[in-house]
């Protein structure tokens, strides 16, 4: 069995960002605040768009901000 | 709570008071005052209140200021149409088909069969949608689940 996970830094990045509130930060990428609290509690995956726009937001690269991870379970294992 | 959130909690008060109106109203005619099947099934006039849905645009207009429709508005968008029209085909194939299976091919269906169809398929489309959108988005007011 396979599972993917996507993690990210949204909320420790806002803090350092002159403690950005979620707000300014849906105002900026172009969604609402209610998209930008589910990606940031990882109940919502975004677009590649989404995603690029929101490091450009904190002057990060996109590494920085999301971090994907593969897990690959065997059976029995 | 988004417009859509609005919007879908306002059709299920709607299509639930509809609904429970219709019923207490049948079953006052049928138990209460006796009367035919046929005749309380006028209770089923409050299925009417429905109309009062095309209302949720007017009530619930776009802020112009503000991002009211982003890409997981969408995404819950198709979500809750692709899943409410997946109920509503099955239900209307049943609907179909199950008269054909219970009083045979050569049989006869009263015409006013037809026009519940449609309106039960509109009905259980509006219904599933609002279900799916406030699953989707979470029951509480602030979008989550």
């Avoid at chain 2, 849905?53 to 207009?61: A, E, N, T």
């Avoid at chain 2, 899943?83 to 199950?98: R, S």
């Avoid at chain 2, 609002?130 to 988005?137: C, Q």
Wanted: proline fraction near 2%.
């Amino acid at each position: 069995m396979e599972t993917n996970n996507l993690k990210n830094n949204i909320r420790k990045l806002r803090f350092e960002k002159n403690e950005m509130t979620q707000q300014q930060l849906a105002d900026i990428v172009g969604v609402t605040r209610q998209t930008i609290i589910a990606i940031e509690q990882g109940k919502y995956a975004p677009s590649l768009l989404l995603a690029f726009q929101i490091a450009h937001a904190f002057g990060a690269g996109i590494e920085q901000v999301f971090q994907f991870t593969h897990i690959a379970e065997q059976k029995g294992s | 709570m988004n417009r859509q959130q609005k919007t879908a909690w306002f059709n299920l008060v709607v299509i639930s008071t509809a609904l429970g109106l219709s019923l207490i109203t049948f079953c006052i005619g049928l138990f209460i005052f006796d009367v035919s099947a046929n005749k309380a099934a006028a209770g089923f006039g409050f299925m009417g209140i429905i109309g009062i849905c095309g209302m949720s645009p007017v009530l619930f207009r776009k802020d112009k200021n503000k991002v009211q429709f982003d890409e997981r508005d969408a995404a819950i968008f198709r979500k809750a149409n692709s899943a409410a029209y997946g109920i509503f085909w099955v239900l209307f194939v049943a609907a179909a088909m199950i008269p054909w299976f219970i009083i045979g091919p050569n049989g006869t269906i009263t015409i006013n069969y037809l026009p519940w169809m449609v309106f039960g398929g509109m009905f259980v489309v509006m219904l599933m949608q609002s279900i799916i959108t406030l699953n989707e988005y979470g029951w509480r007011a602030d979008g989550n689940k």
